[in-house]
């Protein structure tokens, strides 16, 4: 009888780092990651995402999470693709690490987005997940460049980036709140660039879902 790893083996794909575990978020990780958001990610007087998804009532929060990240799952394909990976602690879903490219064959770009439950900000744990993404994307999905954002107020994510090697690339303004201008410092980190953590990420599961990321 098939699994379902069989069906959809993105399902097998983890990373492994000191303390933590990356994978795709399968449907039982969804009430803790609701869970993790809904314990507070940020100062409510401000808002760190490009879209303000945290300012939604709880009963619609919960509804639109799952619906986006069913909907970003179920869209992967080899020339555009998310991968919205649940960081689990001890077990427990504590955050998200996303990481996606569009046409990535010949780009060999990717982007990236993170967020951590507040309880489990300031202990080192966002440098380690970002790492082990960039781990994932250099080491053993080919990628030359790493980009990502952070609202430039946003001290704690910033300084996650340039810990790692990312380097400023731009400025963006654009609405977030209603009626509230964001500007947002571009990072940007190449593979050679990148600032290697003492341990190295164990990936399983890639060969399996190799396909459906990067068409081989």
């Given at each position: 009888m098939l699994k379902l790893t069989d069906v959809w083996p993105l399902f097998d794909l983890e990373i492994r780092t000191p303390r933590?575990?990356?994978?795709?978020?399968?449907?039982?990780?969804?009430p803790g990651l609701v869970d993790a958001a809904l314990a507070g990610i940020h100062d409510p007087d401000v808002m760190p995402f490009s879209t303000p998804w945290t300012d939604q009532p709880r009963d619609q929060?919960?509804?639109e999470t799952a619906k986006h990240l069913w909907t970003q799952r179920a869209g992967v394909t080899p020339?555009?693709?998310?991968l919205n990976l649940a960081i689990l602690l001890d077990g427990v879903p504590i955050g998200l690490q996303d990481?996606?490219?569009?046409?990535?064959?010949?780009t060999r770009s990717v982007g990236?987005?993170?967020w951590l439950t507040q309880s489990q900000q300031g202990k080192g744990l966002g440098v380690e997940m970002r790492a082990g993404m960039l781990q994932f994307a250099f080491d053993h999905l080919g990628?030359?460049?790493?980009v990502s954002d952070a609202a430039v107020w946003n001290?704690?994510?910033?300084?996650?980036?340039?810990?790692l090697g990312y380097r400023d690339n731009g400025v963006l303004r654009f609405v977030g709140r209603p009626g509230e201008l964001v500007e947002s410092q571009g990072l940007r980190v190449t593979r050679d660039e990148f600032v290697r953590p003492?341990?190295?990420a164990t990936v399983t599961g890639l060969e399996a879902a190799r396909p459906m990321l990067l068409g081989e």
């Open positions: 933590l575990v990356l994978r795709q978020v399968r449907d039982e990780d969804l929060l919960m509804r020339a555009s693709w998310t990481v996606g490219a569009r046409d990535f064959a010949v990236s987005g993170s990628a030359h460049v790493a001290g704690a994510s910033l300084g996650v980036s340039r810990r003492e341990w190295t």
